[in-house]
């Protein structure tokens, strides 16, 4: 819980730092749904 507390206010103060998460996250979400996609291509 205390990580939290120190990373929401950085996320919401640093530019920097909630963009480099923002591109980490999005990254995984596509690759997420790109291979759930190709799992049920093959079902």
């Given amino acids: 819980m205390d990580q939290n507390e120190e990373i929401t206010p950085k996320f919401m103060n640093e530019d920097q ?13 596509y690759e997420k ?3 759930e996609n190709k799992v049920n291509a093959q079902i």
Avoid: G
């Avoid at 730092?17 to 979400?29: C, G, I, Q, T, Y």
């Fill in 33 to 35: 749904i790109r291979s």
């Fill in 17 to 29: 730092f909630r963009d480099a998460v923002s591109k980490h996250l999005l990254k995984e979400v």
